[in-house]
């Protein structure tokens, strides 16, 4: 029985080109598996909640007018010394893929010092900070604080 010669050099570059897109298909997932952690990567970044605070997800945060918010740069006070803030800025509150907003809030307080937080909540149940709105706020620890919008000091 003859065969043509034309078929088996198509039969050939067909199975090459099979063979280079598995070898490349399992070397993918190599790489994939050894890049990422378990083998997939969590959707979300969100921080942990810090410990000392009631709030158990961040979608909650602001409920009651207390927000939990992460320190991102400046020079707070002490840790569990109250003192009072006002918000000069409110950026970079697009949603994440999970629709949990990280605001990013300049807080001056006062004497020329401020301090730069993250306020990881959910914009659409409560709100994001306002510029002017003052606060008090107090600091949980090295990286983080509490601030309350119904417990501002009176000025005369």
Known sequence: MKTDPKSKSSLGRIGGLLLGALTIFILGSIAAYLVLPNGQQSANAEPAIPPGVSLTSWFDNGKGG??????ASGDAPPVGVRFVGTVKTD???DPDAQGLNHCHNVIDLGNGRSIEVIHNHMMHRYPCLSPGQRLSITRLNTNWL?????QVPRVN
Request: net charge negative; aromatic share 0%.
């Open 91 to 93: 950026t970079d509150c």
């Open 146 to 150: 509490i601030a309350n919008e119904g």
């Open 66 to 71: 207390e927000h939990v918010m992460q320190i």
